[in-house]
């Protein structure tokens, strides 16, 4: 087993109203804490953990893989964090030194002490944490919301980012589905049925049965049901904003992603920014990071590797 530093953390009822991310109670910090280690014993050991505080509250940072070249800073998406990257660490550690993130205001090892209230405040504890961990500009990973966190920091403080990368990342390129709008609904629900959960899950999953069976799974359920988050509206970048950003752009669209139409997405993502790399693959779901972490670290080989030939 890893060893974990977990930190005390906001639980109960005497959160309620303070607009800030709490578990519910004690023994859903207790399921969570059980999900986070068993999906934590599965990653690479970190060279470091690290509580980053910030104006809205310490970030939990672990690092991976050797110490030299820039940082490839990992996001994940919405109800999840570090341990989702199981199955794409040991590829990218391979190609340069990789950051993780548990993302502020979300279920995770982060502990949240001010409210978010809009976008630019999203951007910047972000921000924030990487003038701690890291003096020059990173690359920047992100999967669905972590995603749109990586291109929000880009527009807010693109002296921080060195490239990006999304892979299937809402609220970017456009509105989501109708599909993805319940399950949002559905992860802000404590009262939801553990089958109607499930069934959420085996949507993100692309149809998968047993998604709650699988760390991950366990991890993102628990977050649905045992953490009240109170984000502000995630805004999409206008086209002004984005057609400004000047930093390498690779965004990778799921062909069977519940999230959007991932054609009409990519088709607006090549207009807005010409310069970008900008692909479809047809046969990944939302899930996307755990289908092709082989196919995602191949590509991220060589979209790192343009941008900076022999680092790494």
């Given at each position: ?288 990071n755990g289908e092709f972490p082989e196919e995602i670290a191949a590509r991220m080989a060589t979209f790192l590797g343009e941008i900076e030939p022999g680092d790494g």
């Amino acid at each position: 087993m890893t060893t974990v530093d977990y930190p005390e953390q906001h639980v109960g009822d005497t959160w309620k109203g303070k607009r800030i991310g709490y578990f519910r109670d004690a023994a859903g910090w207790k399921r969570y804490r059980s999900a986070y280690q068993e999906g934590f014993d599965l990653l690479p050991p970190p060279r470091e953990s690290v509580d980053v505080p910030t104006r809205f509250g310490t970030v939990r940072a672990y690092r991976f893989g050797p110490e030299h070249g820039t940082p490839l800073v990992l996001l994940p998406g919405r109800q999840a964090a570090t341990p989702l990257w199981a199955a794409n660490l040991p590829g990218l550690i391979a190609i340069r030194p990789v950051i993780t993130l548990d993302l502020l205001g979300e279920p995770g090892l982060s502990v949240q002490s001010e409210p978010l209230t809009d976008d630019v405040d999203q951007a910047e504890w972000l921000a924030e944490c990487l003038r701690v961990l890291e003096p020059e500009p990173v690359h920047v990973l992100g999967v669905s919301i972590g995603g749109w966190s990586a291109v929000n920091l880009a527009v807010h403080h693109p002296e921080r980012v060195a490239s990006l990368a999304i892979l299937d990342a809402p609220f970017v390129f456009g509105a989501v589905s109708w599909k993805m709008i319940v399950v949002s609904l559905g992860s802000v629900l404590p009262g939801m049925p553990e089958k109607w959960r499930n069934k959420l899950l085996g949507w993100i999953s692309g149809g998968a049965q047993t998604p709650q069976d699988l760390p991950e799974g366990k991890l993102i359920a628990s977050g649905m049901k045992d953490f009240a988050a109170f984000l502000p509206m995630t805004d999409q970048p206008s086209k002004e904003q984005l057609s400004a950003l000047k930093v390498p752009f690779l965004g990778i669209f799921a062909g069977r992603s519940i999230v959007h139409n991932a054609r009409r997405r990519a088709a607006r993502a090549r207009k807005i920014l010409p310069q970008a790399q900008i692909e479809v693959w047809p046969e990944a779901s939302h899930a996307i990071n755990g289908e092709f972490p082989e196919e995602i670290a191949a590509r991220m080989a060589t979209f790192l590797g343009e941008i900076e030939p022999g680092d790494g």
